[in-house]
Structure formats: C-alpha cells, structure tokens
C-alpha cells in the first residue's frame, strides 16, 4: 500500500495519535525539529506564505498523516515550513478541512492539533467570509474578537471544559494593530454549509451579534485552544453577506476578491506574524 492512500485511509479513531504521527512525519520530512507557529490561509491569503521568511521544505499535504486534496478551489494543496525573522518556524498547513465536506469534527480539526504536535504555541487563522457591515467593502481584513458557532458540532469530546473567554487573543490583536492601527475588529458567525446564508440567516446573526459569516475558523480555534495554542483570527471581507448586498452571491466573486486583495493582505500578514 502506498503512503498517501494509507494516508487517506486514516480513520481518526485516536485522533490526538494521528495528530503526533502527523507531526513526526512533518518533522522528517522538513527536517525542523519544532515549529513555533501555524497558519491557515484561507481564501486570499495564500499569498503571504512567500513573503514570511525562507521555504525550508515543502510537502503535498495529502502525504501528511490524517490530511487531504484540498475541496475548495483557492486553497493551496502545500504544507510548507518557512523560517522566519529569530530562527522562528512557521508551519503553512496546505489542506483546510471544511465541516461541510462531511468528513467528520475530527478531520477539521486535525491541523490544529497536528500544529501542536509540532510544538507550535501560535495558530493563525484566517479566511475569506461575507461582511454584514456595509462599510467593509470587498478587500476589507478584520480582525477576528469573538465568534458565534451555529455548526451545532464541537471538536471537544467528552467531558472536556475548556475556557473561551480569550479566545481569539487580545494580545495578538494588539500586535496586529501595531502593524496596521486601521484593523477593525469583529465578531465572526460560522454557518455550516456549503450553501450560502439566506438574508433571513444573515439578519439573525446580525441580531445575534455577529459582523462576519463564513463556514470555517470557529471549529479550528476551539481545537487550538483546546491543544494549548494562542490564537489569531484575520478575515477578509470578500463580498456583502445575503440581503445586505444588491447583487446575488457566487464563488466566483470570493475568488476574485480575494485575487485582486491578495498582494496587499499577503504583506499586511507577512508583517504580523514576524512581530508575533
């Protein structure tokens, strides 16, 4: 049997134990030893990956234990180790699992765990969503404050109580405000799709206290917590959510935003993760 097809053929029934065999692997096959921090790059921002620092090693993510191709087109199939400013790590996780494809919590869940298996105390979040404040145009990065998870799933089990009160770290947020003093902040709602929100949803989140629907992040953060990670949520407003925009929604039009903000995001992140 082939590595990949054992790869795939991962089953998740100790995931934490898949999490470890994924990081050994990561570990040989790049030849770091410990990586300090992990990205994901959602639609977007893709782009900054080649601006943090020096490449050490690539890998086709679905050749790491527990991972596969990513479903999304805008998500890049790489998981690369970069070295940045101080000797730092960063580990690019290149296969985003989304709640939607069906593949399970633990599959989503299985990059942050495999990142701290790396030794990463760092995780940085980031994707594309749709923006209910109509002063946040298409190109917009938010900081991410706060989330609200309407997936009705969680990647804890059992009787497993962790603290979110501070999940998406003030302290980070305030490194990236250095960088960029103009970031706004917001609350991010994940729906579990793949359809888009219908402007009836979109107005219940609005209700509910949310500025950002998306279908990703709020499962990853909740996990990195869990692994003992800080966490950093940035997303990039790639068009009006449902019934706040005039026009109807499309992949198409995600992918172009995140396409036309790309370069400047990429720079704007690069810079924040060498200060973190």
């Known amino acids: 049997m082939n590595q990949t097809s054992h790869n795939n ?71 690369r180790s970069i070295e940045i400013e101080g000797g730092k790590h960063a580990l690019v996780l290149g296969s985003r699992t989304h709640f939607y494809e069906g593949r399970g919590v633990r599959a989503v869940a299985h990059g942050m765990r495999t990142a701290a298996a790396t030794g990463a105390k760092i995780a940085v979040l980031t994707n594309g969503c749709g923006g209910l404040n109509p002063e946040w145009g298409p190109g917009q990065p938010v900081l991410i404050s706060d989330h609200i998870n309407l997936t009705a799933a969680s990647p804890l089990e059992g009787a497993t109580f962790v603290d979110l009160t501070d999940l998406y770290s003030k302290r980070l947020r305030d490194v990236a405000k250095n960088i960029d003093p103009t970031l706004p902040e ?47 949520g940035i997303s990039l407003v790639t068009n009006l959510a449902a019934g706040i925009s005039e026009t109807a929604l499309s992949h198409e039009e995600v992918i172009e935003a995140g396409r036309a903000a790309g370069p400047r995001i990429s720079r704007l992140l690069a810079d924040i993760v060498r200060k973190l």
């Open 186 to 232: 917001g609350v991010y709602c994940q729906f579990r799709g793949p359809h888009y929100e219908t402007p009836a949803e979109v107005q219940m989140a609005k209700i509910l206290g949310a500025d950002l629907v998306g279908m990703s992040t709020t499962l990853e953060a909740i996990a990195a917590r869990e692994a003992g990670m800080e966490v950093l």
């Open 9 to 79: 053929e991962l089953d998740f029934n100790d995931p934490f134990e898949t999490a470890k065999k994924a990081a050994e692997f990561i570990a040989e096959r790049t030849g770091v030893e410990k990586h300090d921090i992990a990205l994901v790059l959602g639609s977007g921002w893709g782009g900054a990956a080649d601006l943090l620092g020096k490449t050490v090693a690539e890998i086709p993510a679905h050749e790491v234990p527990g991972f596969s191709k990513p479903a999304v087109e805008g998500h890049v199939g790489i998981t």
